[in-house]
């Protein structure tokens, strides 16, 4: 498995990063933090665009480690020779060429390192969707289409990596929707490891494999996406949810809504026709539920209209001033529930109670 080992420092005036750690180049990896915390420094780093940086880079695979960067042995790869794609918050097309004409120029700045899956300029044309446009100057483009004409533009590149900043920023909520849905199929249909920075939590959760989590120039959590959202949901450092990844089980179109499978036991959400289309493949969905949406009862509701009801023990019992986090763990799943203390009296809850907790439909969380 490839691998980015980074070991660097770059210090701005009253601004430091100092990383020392190894991503893995498999799938996509998040990167995740507050403003002017070093995502896109980070990021600039791995281009070879940031002047001020000591230490070492390297790309690591089965068959060699590339070394990027050694500032003590005076080795600089420069930029254009990383093979690295990068994707910014703005487009950065060429406003006096076509749409094909900047795909083209892409094109020429392949590396042909992909000899095992050469790309086709067609295919990533249909893949990125961008068929209809190929004759219009960039400038007649919404931001939406812009954005899929800089991500096919660096795939043509042939990229070993591909950086995206924040590339979802400046658009609505629908085109974050298809460029979300399109990154996804692109990375898994070509094998490209992205490195993917956003200031917002639930566009990588619905992207990522792994969370990098950066605080003040430095990484304060690495790991798997729903480990890591969980991890800073107990420590309190984000709004308390559960991170899901679930597997359609039936859809229930005339209600409206869609079974996800856990365990022997089912969630409801929404139905949802993006995920509908896509049933028969045994679709893996990714959700939040906030965990002030969840309530907890000590018998399973019988006559309710709140569809989602689960039986889970409390494993954790964390008191915050009025409130209570509770940690239930359902068929392997844990769910954090956010409850007053004084509910938490009143029920008599302790850790290793069994319990049911409850929720709506509609607070299962999708952006898809």
């Known amino acids: 498995m490839a691998d980015l080992s980074i070991n660097v420092m770059v210090e701005h005036d009253d601004f430091l990063l100092s990383i020392n750690e190894k991503i893995s180049l498999t799938g996509i990896t998040g990167i995740f933090g507050h403003s002017g915390s070093g995502k896109s420094t980070l990021l ?44 910014f918050q703005n487009s950065r097309l060429f406003p006096h060429l076509t749409v094909e004409e900047n795909l083209r120029y892409g094109q020429t700045r392949r590396k042909n390192t992909l000899v095992n899956k050469p790309l086709d300029f067609d295919e990533i044309i249909a893949l990125t969707k961008l068929d209809n446009l190929l004759s219009k100057s960039v400038e007649q483009l919404s931001g939406g289409e812009q954005q899929r004409v800089a991500l096919a533009r660096a795939i043509l590149a042939e990229p070993r990596l591909l950086l995206l900043d924040e ?9 974050k929707i298809l460029m979300l849905t399109l990154l996804t199929k692109v990375q898994k249909q070509l094998n490209l490891p992205m490195l ?26 690495y790991g798997d996406i ?4 969980h991890q800073l949901t107990t420590n309190n450092e984000i709004l308390h949810q559960t991170s899901l990844s679930l597997t359609v089980k039936e859809h229930l179109a005339e209600y409206g809504l869609t079974s996800l499978a856990l365990g022997e036991q089912q969630i409801l959400m929404p139905f ?33 209209s709140i569809v989602n009801h689960l039986q889970g023990t409390i494993t954790s019992f964390e008191p915050c001033q009025s409130q209570v986090l509770l940690t239930v763990n359902c068929s392997g799943q844990d769910f954090f529930v956010d409850i007053t203390a004084w509910s938490a009296k009143r029920l008599s809850l302790i850790v290793e109670q069994e319990v049911f907790i409850q929720f709506k439909a509609n607070s299962v969380r999708t952006l898809r």
């Open 226 to 229: 729903h480990q890591v959202i």
């Open 44 to 87: 600039k780093v791995i281009a070879g665009l940031e002047k001020h940086v000591q230490g070492q880079l390297v790309i690591n695979d089965s068959l060699a480690a590339d070394l990027l960067l050694d500032s003590e042995a005076k080795k600089i790869v420069a930029p254009q020779q990383r093979n690295i794609g990068l994707v």
């Open 196 to 221: 993917y920075v956003s200031h917002s939590l639930a566009e990588i959760q619905q992207l990522a494999n792994n969370l990098l989590v950066l605080s003040s120039g430095e990484i304060t959590h």
């Open 167 to 175: 590339p979802l920023s400046a658009l609505d909520d629908k085109n």
């Open 272 to 304: 949802n026709r993006q995920v509908e289309s896509d049933a028969n493949a045994n679709t893996n969905v990714r959700c939040i539920i906030a965990a002030s949406d969840i309530s907890v009862t000590l018998h399973e509701p019988s006559e309710s």
